[in-house]
């Protein structure tokens, strides 16, 4: 039986350290499954988009997609879906979130701020599915559960409350505020979480410019061997 392809899809973003960040992550997947074809595709602002990524693999091997995104909105359920439909024998693994190693990865980013007595709050980017917005509130509540301290979250589009505004509920009662990045890497929405943070300290998003967390890779073959 043909082994089939891992087709990671991310969001795509114009963000050079953004993309390097993606390149490094499916570069330690890669070497994790050496019998495994590996590519990168994109359902936005990069090429190759899902169709020519999917083109590039030969239609007798099977595909699994594993998409590089937080939660499972528009795009894991519709976008996805509809892009594929055209080939036989695609299978689309779930979102990489909720899930607890993104959490462990999130409390290590914050503790190398000095997050000690501040109030955090999580940043994610939102989303117009609500289901998608559930699960990173589902995050929240996780991340809290690890911190044993309560995280608030706060939507950079999409949703409500916006982060400009829980930081500042956060902060009201006169504590310093750190700020979770619940983003993947790099990107327009990490900018934006900075500029509206209100000078809070913002942690670093998930994947940046050091190795991806061996967590995070962990969590990606797991998605493509559980679809396979």
Known sequence: ????????????????????????????????????TVRLGHVDVQQPDVAASLDAIPEAQPVVIVP????????VRVDLREKSAGRDDVTIAPALGPDARLVEVLAARLETLDSDGAAVVLAVAGSSDGRANDDCRTIGAMLAERLSRDVAVGFLAAAEPRLGDAVAAAGSRGAPVVVADYLLAPGYFHDLAVRVAGGAAVARPLLDDDEPAASIVDLVVERYRSAR
Do not use: F, K
């Open 68 to 75: 590089l995104l937080l939660s499972a909105g528009y795009h």
């Open 1 to 36: 039986m043909t082994q089939p392809a891992l087709l990671a899809i991310s969001h795509g973003t114009a963000s050079l350290p953004g993309r390097a960040a993606i390149e490094r992550l499916m570069d330690a997947v890669a070497r994790r499954l050496p019998d495994v």
